[in-house]
């Protein structure tokens, strides 16, 4: 973004610093509103006056010429990745995979999955996974020093994205409304558990909570057991998909208007539509609707189920009267086409059992691997159980480069996945793998921020910024 900016319809008192003006923000919390307003004073106090227009740098020039745009959809979009854990470091690695530059910031130590090398390396592959093409610098926003450099790093920003518990960033003095006046075109995004606003927004929440207070654990699991957390972090990846939709939404919207938003995403609001079949039980019956194991939440499909095989598993669903005709050819029962139990999709519901029972008597006397192959040729919807160390070597997903194999510094040969959104025509972004901690603190206080070599070291010293741990 250009460092000149312009600030309309802000009522409040400006504030020049260098070549930028901030308008001083206003806020309910009077603490806050004073740590505000003495942060913004402290910056302008180490960037001087006008003679040193250079002292805050854009990070990148936004007036690009369209010739001189890589061919990636993001390419000139700046990214500052607070992000942790799964959630918002997943929302930044698809736009870095669009070609976004995402700086990642974290903690002097490193954020929490990072850190989960000192329990074991595989612990903290999910690390690379994340953060791949990514540049990262080490701060502690604890600091004066270490918050006005956010600030630095925001004015010349497209997008900020952060997912702390609300109000986190306030306190600090660096949440949107402070962010806001400093950079009006910035779109800074939030993620947490429960939203910024409501009666739960102070409850601290990770994705086995959130799994627990959406409703989503309620029915997870068998009818005769205890509530059940689905195996992946299901909520962190499917709010970070929000999250970036929710960025990408606001960047469209910003082409037109030229102003930000505040884009927030709250992980139990985005599971509710998730449970749209579970939600029969309560509109059918007005009943909490049940644990079904494996098959349809909402008990109105059959088949649809898990079914054994002599070496495993196979899932298998039919949702149509042609899927049904298809699964009797498959498994050779064509003589029960007219038969009243299973002739229509209510009738194989209401025999359910059955209905299980006749197609696992026939898959039980099959590989996982016949039972595909027969179902595939008769275009029944199936697929085999597959455990985690088949899906890394799945070879329709190396083919079609979502998984790569790469040589990793510091985890060596593992498998990173490339971004699923494929936008046919655009380059594919090179594979750079996740930076180190701290990797390019000097590169970017230096070229972006220029600060000389003496006062890094000083930030160095005084605790602001860590060392770089290559």
């Not at 600030?151 to 003095?173: C, F, H, Q, T």
């Not at 609001?269 to 079949?277: D, G, I, R």
């Not at 194991?293 to 109105?300: F, I, K, Q, T, V």
Request: with cysteine; glycine share 10%.
């Amino acid at each position: 973004m250009n460092a000149r900016r312009q600030f309309h319809g802000c009522a409040n008192a400006f504030i020049r610093i260098g070549p930028l003006v901030f308008c001083r923000p206003l806020s309910h919390d009077r603490a806050v509103a004073v740590a505000q307003c003495s942060l913004l004073d402290a910056v302008s106090s180490r960037t001087g006056d006008a003679d040193r227009d250079t002292a805050i740098a854009p990070i990148k020039d936004g007036n690009l010429d369209v010739a001189e745009r890589r061919n990636l959809p993001l390419d000139g979009v700046t990214v500052i990745d607070l992000g942790q854990v799964y959630q918002g470091p997943y929302a930044t690695l698809l736009m870095a995979k669009a070609g976004a530059d995402v700086i990642k910031v974290e903690p002097l130590g490193g954020e929490p999955i990072r850190q989960r090398v000192h329990v074991s390396k595989g612990a903290a592959v999910p690390f690379a996974m994340l953060n791949a093409n990514k540049r990262a610098i080490t701060l502690n926003l604890k600091s004066d020093r270490g918050r006005e450099i956010l600030i630095r790093l925001a004015s010349g920003a497209d997008v900020l994205l952060e997912n702390y518990a609300p109000g986190v960033m306030d306190k600090l003095g660096i949440g949107w409304p402070v962010l806001n006046k400093v950079n009006p075109s910035l779109i800074y995004a939030s993620g947490s558990g429960y939203g910024l606003s409501g009666p739960d927004r102070d409850n601290l929440a990770m994705d086995i909570t959130v799994q627990a207070a959406s409703g989503m654990m309620s029915v997870t699991g068998f009818p005769d057991g205890p509530p059940v957390k689905a195996g992946p972090a299901v909520v962190d990846f499917l709010s970070g998909v929000h999250l970036y939709a929710g960025i990408m939404t606001a960047l469209y919207e910003r082409t037109f208007t030229g102003k930000g938003r505040l884009v927030e995403v709250a992980m139990q609001e985005v599971v509710y539509p998730a449970l749209a079949s579970n939600l029969a039980f309560f509109y059918d019956q007005g009943i909490a609707p049940p644990r079904t194991g494996n098959r349809h939440g909402g008990l109105a499909a059959a088949p649809y189920n898990v079914y054994p095989t002599s070496d495993g598993y196979i899932a298998i669903i039919g949702i149509s009267e042609g899927h049904w005709s298809n699964l009797l050819e498959a498994i050779g029962r064509k003589d029960l086409a007219d038969d009243e139990r299973f002739s229509s999709k209510p009738a194989r519901v209401k025999n359910i059992e059955e209905t299980d029972a006749l197609i696992s008597e026939w898959t039980q006397r099959h590989t996982k691997a016949e039972a595909f192959e027969t179902f595939r040729a008769c275009k029944v919807p199936s697929a085999p159980v597959r455990d985690l160390i088949e899906v890394t070597n799945d070879k329709h997903m190396h083919e079609r480069g979502m998984l790569e194999w790469i040589d990793h510094p510091q985890f060596g040969k593992i498998v990173v996945p490339n971004s699923p959104l494929r936008l046919h025509g655009a380059d594919q972004v090179e594979p750079m793998p996740s930076p180190q901690l701290g990797e390019h603190n000097r590169e970017i206080l230096g070229r972006v921020l220029r600060l000389d070599r003496a006062e890094i070291e000083r930030l160095e010293a005084d605790g602001v910024i860590g060392k770089s741990e290559i």
